[in-house]
DNA sequence: CAGGTGCATGGTC
DNA sequence: GGACCATGCACCT
């Protein structure tokens, strides 16, 4: 627990105002403030506060003093420093902790009733609806949502309670207390180190028990009320929940609090997730067959029995950050109850305007409708401001599906999209139903961290970086681009695989890191990936995802160069991480991720980067043609040490680039990227028009839907375009024997060596906006309708005219087709046939006098896998390998018969 | 024709 | 196998 920075440890006196000693050196933590930050007190105070005697202490004369209605003792209710050490009675007077403690072990006799106390809470939120309310029980839906009078309809905010108890607060928030309380209560209660305190304080620990809200699901109208000690439960959880923004005074805080973590209700949770009271509450309103005398604890988890699918699924648990509710509630004194969450899809954050509810929750935490029509919902934004949105529902397979309307401009205003997480929850006082927001990062490393401990063990950390490309950017239907859909399904991914990737240790077969934004990140850690000495990975493909597949875990090494010298014998290059210099090495050696010439044991020679570097610059262009963003920086800079010389290209080459520049990124601008790149609204590239993995309809090789369209011409497109280079290398080579080239012209003929790695420079820039008329080696070119420019990306206007969000389907099937398609062309083209191959293999542009180290060139770790949401890649693959390969026109297939050629080629 | 609306469909869990 | 839900799409304005 560290010391926090800010007002309360800004002064060196206790902070306790009628407490003016120091504070100690090492100031002691007394309850939490509003801000977030703990009051520092000095030893006397802290020990008083850790004693629960601190309101005995200091508070004597102060307002606020209650007694007990059990015991008769007396409690203070009228600071933030007591506010947990009671519990009210919804007969009225107060309770003490003990006291509520032992009515929550007795069972149900206690008086309670929370659903009452809910009900309050929304009849309050939810009043200025009368007409069409929520109250209206019969035919409301499956909710029987009752409205009760408020019991306490004067909330007072928490931190300014004196006279007025703060219970009143709680009570009026009947429901979120509820929702705070169990999600809260069970794992306060199970970190017993950090209860330790509040057990001290309250005299006791309750024990996690009733939480249930029992209303009967059906009619509604008779809803039975369980009388159980739930409230008291619920406020004793309360009083350990150690978030402020609760309006809770916590004395304590969890080594998550201190790492500045969490802080959070939501977070605590995460350490063992719980379901939120919501959930369990819920779970009940849908049941509504929960038995009224079920007293269980629950720990959060799924219920064993059919009822447990009833709770809310585990991704719409709130899992506000401090930084979530700091921003819904500021420095209000407003108290925060989350209530659930929800990734925006597409269709959420689209221009649609309609966000879908999770059923559950929205029956849950929202007025029960009965008619379709719904009724208007208030909702503040994080900003403050109110929005009105319609809240609907659709009939929809026997259920409902609820929908908030005219969400778009909220949307809008808050600047999320698709991916990130709104979040509901409602404040206090006054039942405001408050929406939050939270960016796809923020969201996804909540997930991650919250799904990783919900996923039967398995780590999804990894995982979480598995973009799924087809997720990468999308397009709803409005055309606005879910560009952060990527957080979004990385997050159902996630889950997905996870449950799929079994216990063996995988390593995601892509390499295309440019479809990532995380390229780096790919880079060094999927690139280092290697697998283990002497293990051949088996390739196992999961949701489209190849992953090799290794009885012992993938280790971390340094990305090499596999090839095969003229000897035949296999061997690996590797660069020195200091002087860049490439150095050849067994096929078998495992190298650090850091490696240096020193450490060339295997050719002593050359075991000092002053050595002459043993590949001529055509070698080195040899084996740097895949193109792999990865090894291409360092490449760069061995290859600045020699003559620059055009590398390997090939229609694999354009087709990266065709992908990779998708939109906006060609290698005609100067802002080339190698990356994927972000895709802006309105961009309706093949990446962005993918629908979700497994999503949409199945398209037939003779779909001429705009997706199916777009995938046939950018094939052909790539066929003109491996025409064109292929007649542009013959006729290089053509020229270059005859010596009659012009040396101002050889450059622009020459084709980008590496034009992943290279499209900063302007050749290819060049090249692609070349293809004069006059040029002999263009001729061909001139049958591109877009004269050999790599127009995949090149013409959005042209694919504007597609829409986006209209046509779905499964892009891989889709891309399969095509592939398939361009592959029979293939075959029945006389210069196509072999083309590809030979472009990969005669190194037309790098010199064909250059010596080939091998045409098996494979870099190591960052194999140019075939990414299965691009096609081009599998035509690289399969055209560069065999026939057979080429037939299959799978994508997955088509990765193991790279794999199976890269055996062959070792 | 564009945008909105309500429902249907199909994938996922 | 059913529920949920994302999204497609027909219909309406």
Same mark, same amino acid.
């Given at each position: 627990?560290?010391?926090?920075?800010?007002?309360?440890?800004?002064?060196?006196?206790?902070?306790?105002?009628?407490?003016?000693?120091?504070?100690?050196?090492?100031?002691?933590?007394?309850?939490?403030?509003?801000?977030?930050?703990?009051?520092?007190?000095?030893?006397?105070?802290?020990?008083?506060?850790?004693?629960?005697?601190?309101?005995?202490?200091?508070?004597?004369?102060?307002?606020?003093?209650?007694?007990?209605?059990?015991?008769?003792?007396?409690?203070?209710?009228?600071?933030?420093?007591?506010?947990?050490?009671?519990?009210?009675?919804?007969?009225?007077?107060?309770?003490?902790?003990?006291?509520?403690?032992?009515?929550?072990?007795?069972?149900?006799?206690?008086?309670?009733?929370?659903?009452?106390?809910?009900?309050?809470?929304?009849?309050?939120?939810?009043?200025?609806?009368?007409? =069409?309310?929520?109250?209206?029980?019969?035919?409301?839906?499956?909710?029987?949502?009752?409205?009760?009078?408020?019991?306490?309809?004067?909330?007072?905010?928490?931190?300014?309670?004196?006279?007025?108890?703060?219970?009143?607060?709680?009570?009026?928030?009947?429901?979120?207390?509820?929702?705070?309380?169990?999600?809260?209560?069970?794992?306060?209660?199970?970190? =017993?180190?950090?209860?330790?305190?509040?057990?001290?304080?309250?005299?006791?620990?309750?024990?996690?028990?009733?939480?249930?809200?029992?209303?009967?699901?059906?009619?509604?109208?008779?809803?039975?009320?369980?009388?159980?000690?739930?409230?008291?439960?619920?406020?004793?959880?309360? =009083?350990?929940?150690?978030?402020?923004?609760?309006?809770? *005074?916590?004395?304590?805080?969890?080594?998550?609090?201190?790492?500045?973590?969490?802080?959070?209700?939501?977070?605590?949770?995460?350490?063992?997730?719980?379901?939120?009271?919501?959930?369990?509450?819920?779970?009940?309103?849908?049941?509504?067959?929960?038995?009224?005398?079920?007293?269980?604890?629950?720990?959060?988890?799924?219920?064993?029995?059919?009822?447990?699918?009833?709770?809310?699924?585990?991704?719409?648990?709130?899992?506000?950050?401090?930084?979530?509710?700091?921003?819904?509630?500021?420095?209000?004194?407003?108290?925060?109850?989350?209530?659930?969450?929800?990734?925006?899809?597409?269709?959420?954050?689209?221009?649609?305007?309609?966000?879908?509810?999770?059923?559950?929750?929205?029956?849950?935490?929202?007025?029960?409708?009965?008619?379709?029509?719904?009724?208007?919902?208030?909702?503040?934004?994080?900003?403050?401001?109110?929005?009105?949105?319609?809240?609907?529902?659709?009939?929809?397979?026997?259920?409902?599906?609820?929908?908030?309307?005219?969400?778009?401009?909220?949307?809008?205003?808050?600047?999320?999209?698709?991916?990130?997480?709104?979040?509901?929850?409602?404040?206090?006082?006054?039942?405001?139903?408050?929406?939050?927001?939270?960016?796809?990062?923020?969201?996804?490393?909540?997930?991650?961290?919250?799904?990783?401990?919900?996923?039967?063990?398995?780590?999804?950390?990894?995982?979480?970086?598995?973009?799924?490309?087809?997720?990468?950017?999308?397009?709803?239907?409005?055309?606005?681009? *879910?560009?952060?859909?990527?957080?979004?399904?990385?997050?159902?991914?996630?889950?997905?695989?996870?449950?799929?990737?079994?216990? =063996?240790?995988?390593?995601?077969?892509?390499?295309?890191?440019?479809?990532?934004?995380?390229?780096?990140?790919?880079?060094?850690?999927?690139?280092?990936?290697?697998?283990?000495?002497?293990?051949? *990975?088996?390739?196992?493909?999961?949701?489209?995802?190849?992953?090799?597949?290794?009885?012992?875990?993938?280790?971390?090494?340094?990305?090499?160069?596999?090839?095969?010298?003229?000897?035949?014998?296999?061997?690996?290059?590797?660069?020195?991480?200091?002087?860049?210099?490439?150095?050849?090495?067994?096929?078998?050696?495992?190298?650090?991720?850091?490696?240096?010439?020193?450490?060339?044991?295997?050719?002593?020679?050359?075991?000092?980067?002053? *050595?002459?570097?043993?590949?001529?610059?055509?070698?080195?262009?040899?084996?740097?043609?895949?193109?792999?963003?990865?090894?291409?920086?360092?490449?760069?800079?061995?290859?600045?040490?020699?003559?620059?010389?055009?590398?390997?290209?090939?229609?694999?080459?354009?087709?990266?680039?065709?992908?990779?520049?998708?939109?906006?990124?060609?290698?005609?601008?100067?802002?080339?990227?190698?990356?994927?790149?972000?895709?802006?609204?309105?961009?309706?590239?093949?990446?962005?028009?993918?629908?979700?993995?497994?999503?949409?309809?199945?398209?037939?090789?003779?779909?001429?839907?705009?997706?199916?369209?777009?995938?046939?011409?950018?094939?052909?497109?790539?066929?003109?375009?491996?025409?064109?280079?292929?007649?542009?290398?013959?006729?290089?080579?053509?020229?270059?024997?005859?010596?009659?080239?012009?040396?101002?012209?050889?450059?622009?003929?020459?084709?980008?060596?590496?034009?992943?790695?290279?499209?900063?420079?302007?050749?290819?820039?060049?090249?692609?906006?070349?293809?004069?008329?006059?040029?002999?080696?263009?001729?061909?070119?001139?049958?591109?309708?877009?004269?050999?420019?790599?127009?995949?990306?090149?013409?959005?206007?042209?694919?504007?005219?597609?829409?986006?969000?209209?046509?779905?389907?499964?892009?891989?099937?889709?891309?399969?087709?095509?592939?398939?398609?361009?592959?029979?062309?293939?075959?029945?083209?006389?210069?196509?046939?072999?083309?590809?191959?030979?472009?990969?293999?005669?190194?037309?542009?790098?010199?064909?006098?250059?010596?080939?180290?091998?045409?098996?060139?494979?870099?190591?770790?960052?194999?140019?896998?075939?990414?299965?949401?691009?096609?081009?890649?599998?035509?690289?693959?399969?055209?560069?390998?065999?026939?057979?390969?080429?037939?299959?026109?799978?994508?997955?297939?088509?990765?193991?018969?790279?794999?199976?050629?890269?055996?062959?080629?070792?």
């Amino acid at each position: 627990m560290t010391s926090t920075p800010g007002a309360a440890s800004s002064s060196k006196i206790c902070f306790n105002s009628d407490c003016k000693d120091l504070k100690s050196e090492i100031p002691r933590k007394g309850w939490r403030l509003r801000t977030g930050e703990f009051a520092e007190l000095c030893d006397r105070c802290a020990f008083a506060f850790e004693e629960g005697r601190f309101c005995d202490t200091f508070h004597l004369n102060a307002s606020g003093w209650r007694t007990c209605e059990s015991c008769g003792k007396r409690v203070h209710c009228g600071c933030i420093v007591s506010v947990h050490a009671f519990t009210l009675l919804d007969a009225g007077g107060i309770e003490c902790v003990a006291c509520a403690r032992k009515n929550v072990v007795m069972g149900s006799s206690s008086s309670w009733s929370p659903s009452l106390i809910f009900h309050s809470s929304l009849s309050e939120r939810f009043k200025e609806y009368s007409a =069409k309310g929520w109250t209206q029980l019969a035919g409301s839906g499956p909710v029987p949502w009752r409205q009760a009078p408020s019991l306490f309809n004067s909330p007072v905010p928490q931190p300014e309670l004196h006279s007025r108890v703060p219970y009143e607060v709680d009570l009026s928030t009947g429901i979120d207390r509820l929702n705070v309380c169990d999600r809260l209560s069970t794992p306060s209660l199970e970190k =017993k180190k950090v209860e330790d305190f509040s057990e001290r304080l309250m005299n006791g620990t309750l024990k996690p028990g009733t939480r249930d809200i029992h209303e009967k699901g059906n009619a509604g109208i008779n809803c039975e009320e369980q009388r159980n000690p739930c409230l008291t439960k619920f406020q004793s959880s309360l =009083k350990e929940e150690p978030n402020p923004q609760f309006g809770l *005074a916590v004395p304590y805080t969890s080594p998550d609090e201190a790492n500045g973590q969490n802080g959070v209700s939501g977070t605590h949770l995460r350490p063992n997730p719980q379901p939120p009271l919501a959930k369990q509450f819920h779970s009940n309103l849908q049941n509504g067959t929960d038995s009224s005398g079920e007293t269980q604890i629950r720990n959060g988890r799924p219920r064993p029995d059919g009822r447990g699918k009833n709770n809310l699924f585990p991704r719409y648990w709130p899992r506000f950050t401090d930084q979530d509710l700091q921003q819904i509630t500021g420095d209000s004194n407003s108290v925060i109850t989350p209530l659930f969450e929800k990734m925006l899809s597409a269709s959420d954050a689209g221009r649609i305007g309609r966000l879908v509810l999770p059923k559950k929750c929205a029956e849950a935490h929202f007025p029960p409708i009965s008619q379709p029509e719904g009724l208007p919902l208030k909702v503040q934004d994080s900003k403050g401001k109110e929005w009105i949105f319609q809240f609907r529902f659709w009939p929809n397979n026997n259920s409902r599906m609820y929908v908030l309307e005219g969400v778009t401009p909220c949307i809008q205003n808050m600047q999320v999209q698709a991916g990130d997480v709104v979040t509901f929850s409602r404040l206090e006082p006054g039942g405001k139903l408050v929406m939050g927001f939270r960016k796809a990062s923020t969201a996804s490393a909540s997930d991650q961290d919250n799904e990783a401990k919900n996923s039967n063990g398995v780590s999804m950390h990894g995982d979480a970086e598995m973009a799924d490309p087809t997720s990468w950017s999308k397009v709803d239907k409005s055309g606005y681009i *879910a560009k952060e859909a990527l957080g979004a399904k990385v997050a159902v991914s996630r889950k997905r695989k996870n449950s799929m990737l079994g216990s =063996k240790s995988k390593r995601l077969r892509i390499d295309n890191e440019d479809l990532i934004e995380l390229k780096l990140t790919w880079e060094e850690a999927q690139g280092l990936l290697r697998p283990p000495p002497n293990h051949v *990975a088996s390739v196992v493909v999961i949701e489209g995802f190849e992953f090799e597949e290794y009885e012992d875990a993938p280790i971390l090494g340094k990305p090499t160069i596999f090839a095969t010298d003229n000897m035949g014998e296999k061997i690996q290059w590797a660069q020195c991480e200091d002087c860049f210099k490439w150095r050849r090495l067994p096929s078998n050696v495992l190298l650090p991720s850091k490696w240096t010439c020193s450490s060339n044991s295997w050719d002593p020679e050359r075991s000092s980067c002053s *050595a002459i570097q043993e590949l001529t610059a055509e070698q080195l262009e040899n084996l740097l043609p895949q193109c792999n963003p990865a090894a291409s920086k360092k490449m760069k800079a061995a290859k600045q040490e020699t003559e620059n010389v055009d590398a390997l290209e090939g229609l694999d080459t354009l087709a990266n680039l065709a992908i990779l520049g998708e939109g906006e990124s060609l290698p005609t601008s100067s802002q080339a990227t190698t990356k994927h790149p972000r895709h802006r609204p309105g961009c309706s590239c093949i990446v962005c028009i993918q629908p979700p993995s497994g999503k949409g309809p199945k398209h037939k090789q003779t779909c001429t839907c705009n997706v199916c369209e777009t995938v046939k011409r950018r094939f052909r497109t790539l066929m003109m375009r491996r025409e064109k280079k292929q007649s542009q290398k013959e006729a290089e080579t053509t020229s270059k024997k005859q010596q009659t080239s012009l040396p101002d012209k050889v450059p622009d003929d020459d084709p980008p060596p590496c034009t992943n790695a290279e499209n900063s420079s302007p050749k290819p820039i060049k090249i692609a906006s070349e293809g004069s008329e006059d040029d002999p080696n263009r001729v061909k070119s001139s049958i591109s309708p877009f004269k050999g420019q790599i127009d995949l990306n090149i013409q959005p206007e042209r694919e504007e005219e597609l829409s986006p969000g209209s046509d779905s389907g499964s892009m891989m099937r889709l891309l399969q087709d095509a592939t398939d398609k361009y592959l029979r062309q293939q075959s029945t083209l006389t210069s196509g046939g072999n083309s590809i191959s030979e472009v990969s293999q005669t190194q037309p542009g790098g010199g064909p006098e250059g010596e080939k180290i091998g045409n098996s060139v494979n870099l190591g770790a960052s194999h140019q896998d075939i990414d299965r949401d691009h096609p081009v890649f599998s035509i690289k693959t399969s055209a560069s390998t065999s026939a057979t390969v080429k037939n299959s026109g799978k994508a997955k297939s088509l990765t193991i018969s790279k794999i199976q050629v890269r055996n062959i080629l070792y």
